[in-house]
């Protein structure tokens, strides 16, 4: 048996608006292509969600010390977008899309399809269909900076907190 391996570029995030999906254990197919494609935008992957905490579980009769999960998730990290122009308005000083979309106190959910997605006809817009696995990650955004450097690429760096439980390896269902 062969040791599963999904290359870089195969890996598709989006981002969903609060409220534009109804339910993330059962996305439709006309939700999941309503998302906004931010793969590009991103200098590398999110921070990971994961995160717990533990108690102790030993008795005094076992004479044994254990451990066991008491919570878990609930992490943060930052992650850097790079700032670009938005591709429908060539020369627009005004859209920013990755900058615009994590104003501080966003509240949203990204969206990640690890075996890339089915539709990729147009390969920059690829669409996700029926039967493409994803997980779901509700984050809030903390904070976004904003450094200013002369001759270097935009980046803009991210600050969220993940603050609910994800919904792991989804498949999207017919609309």
Request: aromatic share 10%.
């Amino acid at each position: 048996m062969a040791v599963p391996f999904t290359p870089q570029e195969i890996v598709e995030i989006y981002w969903a608006a609060a409220g534009s999906v109804v339910d993330f254990d059962a996305m439709t197919e006309t939700e999941a292509q309503s998302l906004v494609r931010v793969t590009d935008f991103l200098q590398q992957g999110l921070p990971s969600p994961a995160g717990s905490q533990f108690v102790d579980a030993g008795t005094l009769a076992s004479g044994f010390q254990t451990q066991v999960a008491s919570v878990y998730g609930g992490g943060s990290g930052d992650f850097n977008v790079v700032r670009k122009r938005d591709p429908q308005s060539p020369g627009s000083d005004t859209a920013d899309i990755a900058f615009a979309l994590f104003a501080r106190r966003t509240v949203g959910t990204f969206v990640v399809f690890p075996y890339g997605v089915s539709d990729t006809s147009d390969p920059s817009d690829p669409l996700p269909e029926e039967g493409d696995v994803y997980t779901a990650y509700p984050v809030e955004v903390g904070n976004r900076g904003e450094p200013i450097a002369r001759g270097e690429l935009m980046i803009g760096v991210i600050s969220i907190a993940f603050n609910g439980v994800p919904h792991e390896l989804k498949r999207v269902v017919a609309a």
